[in-house]
């Protein structure tokens, strides 16, 4: 079945369109032009702030126009990620899409459900002629995904809503009314090479197929991190054996739990060290038995160029990584089962004399998040590391009290016979940066199923994007007047 044969066709549709034009975080020129030309063919109010963020405008339907104006609020980029052996240009090609079942998913690569479903969502209402709705102001925000750059340069005074419904949470049975605040922590070193010793073999390491995801929803999950993973094994190599690291990549973007890394090492004795290797192998895959079965390491002897890193740096750049804290720092006291802090090594580099990592600290509170992105600075610059730390951005305080979450919660438990769960995430939602620039509009944010975002995996549930857009409908029908 097509993509586009799938109920609510309005949405769906709109979907399959925005897949068609690339649009990674930082290069989204095209999808914004795509917009502009959408709301204006549609002969609807079409403004671009000086970010880059675009702003339609639609009056409200006969008999809702006392009804609160709503900004709905979703954003254009989407994360790049593609399994290494799936060929894709993301800068050309728009997304391959499937039918699996009651699941759309993509071909070897990110779907782009986050944010696109939202985003698409949004679209179908611009469009609709046979939906009730108050006045809306649909908000598409840049560059959320690498530093949520369209929301803390937003022009608030292009909007006049003081409800604000971000679809961006990717559980359909909650209502989320608060999310973490994030910083981005990242290091360089410049370290001494040397030539590799003449009669040693080097070795090839690839890990691969670790489940990855979102590095703030799927953090407490207990996943495989690939640069902790292959960082593990060559301390515990290099600790009691003669071994030059020469290079080592590993992860790609700053906010997914990397799947694969890779590096090359010098041996003196290849078959031991291969011995050596997947006996610490053995062991990682008895404590991940069932978290990660599908993880693969393959190991190989290969004809290599180049210089090593001195023993002293590589002591250093192993101890780094494997002291650095990676995951959950602490749960909240107040939330049950909410990650309060956590930190995620995403990335990692060695190679041409210098060693790089990127990270990200989140927390929902300014102060643990101070201190878990601390510990991380503490630990590179102990090494003697450069830091940087930037990208910083508020958390999203939660207000049990908001009127519209009342509304909400009625309309959801009178439709789907249960109560929903309201909850604050892990993820960086930008509701935390509009509140600064918004000041007294309430905001929920809600969505439905969307599984492994981030990664190849990524899925969205059909069945769910239906219910998901049902309880759309019914919100915007009980908007509640104006003051």
């Known amino acids: 079945m097509s993509v586009r044969a799938l109920e609510p066709q309005a949405l ?9 034009v690339p649009r990674p975080s930082k ?4 999808v914004r032009q795509f917009m502009v030309d959408f709301g204006k063919k549609l002969g609807l109010e079409t403004l671009e702030d000086r970010i880059g963020n675009v702003i339609i405008k639609k009056p409200a339907t006969p008999g809702m126009e006392q009804r609160i104006t709503v900004i709905l609020q979703s954003h254009l980029d989407m994360v790049h990620q593609k399994n290494e052996t799936t060929v894709f240009d993301f800068d050309q090609q728009g997304i391959n899409m499937k039918v699996d079942g009651d699941w759309v998913m993509a071909e070897g690569t990110t779907l782009g459900a986050d944010n696109g479903i939202g985003v698409a969502a ?10 009730a709705h108050p006045a809306l102001e649909a908000f598409f925000t840049i560059d959320e995904e690498t530093g949520m750059t369209g929301a803390k340069q937003m022009d608030g005074s292009l909007l006049q809503g003081k409800i604000l419904l971000n679809l961006d949470t990717e559980d359909d049975d909650e209502l989320s009314i608060g999310c973490a605040g994030g910083i981005d922590t990242n290091t360089s070193y410049k370290y001494q090479e040397t030539t590799i010793h003449g009669g040693w073999e080097v070795v090839k390491i690839k890990l691969r197929g670790l489940l990855g995801g979102h590095s703030g929803m799927d953090i407490d999950k207990g996943r495989g991190n690939a640069n902790k993973w292959m960082a593990r094994i060559l301390w515990e190599l290099h600790r009691e054996n003669p071994m030059q690291l020469i290079s080592f990549d590993g992860g790609s973007l700053r906010n997914a739990i990397p799947r694969e890394a890779t590096c090359r090492i010098a041996v003196p004795d290849s078959e031991s060290a291969i011995q050596k290797l ?40 192993l101890n780094a990584l494997c002291s650095v804290h990676n995951g959950v720092f602490r749960m909240s006291p107040d939330i049950p089962q909410l990650v309060e802090a956590s930190t995620s090594l995403a990335r990692v580099v060695i190679q041409d004399g210098l060693f790089t990592t990127q990270s990200l600290q989140r927390s929902s509170v300014e102060s643990t998040k101070a201190e878990v992105s601390m510990t991380v600075r503490a630990a590179f610059e102990n090494m003697g590391a450069t830091v940087e730390q930037g990208g910083d951005y508020p958390g999203w305080q939660p207000n049990r009290n908001s009127s519209i979450l009342k509304v909400m919660e009625n309309l959801y438990t009178g439709m789907f016979h249960e109560a929903p769960h309201v909850k604050a995430c ?13 000041p007294g509009v309430e905001m929920i944010s809600f969505g439905p199923n969307i599984r492994a975002a981030h990664s190849p995996d990524e899925k969205v549930q059909i ?17 509640p007047n104006k003051a």
């Open 12 to 20: 769906w549709n709109a979907f399959a369109d925005l897949n068609a």
């Open 27 to 30: 290069k989204e020129e095209r």
């Open 122 to 131: 949004i679209m179908a209402l611009l469009a609709s002629k046979d939906v």
């Open 278 to 317: 997947e006996n610490s192998i053995a062991q990682l895959k008895e404590e991940y038995l069932n978290l990660e079965p599908e993880h693969r390491f393959e190991i190989e002897t290969v004809v290599s160029s180049g210089d090593a890193l001195n023993d002293e740096d590589c002591t250093k750049i």
């Open 426 to 438: 892990h993820a960086g939602l930008e509701c935390g940066i509009l509140g600064k620039h918004l």
């Open 463 to 479: 069945s769910s994007v239906q219910k998901f857009w049902s309880f759309l409908l019914e919100t915007l029908k009980n908007i």
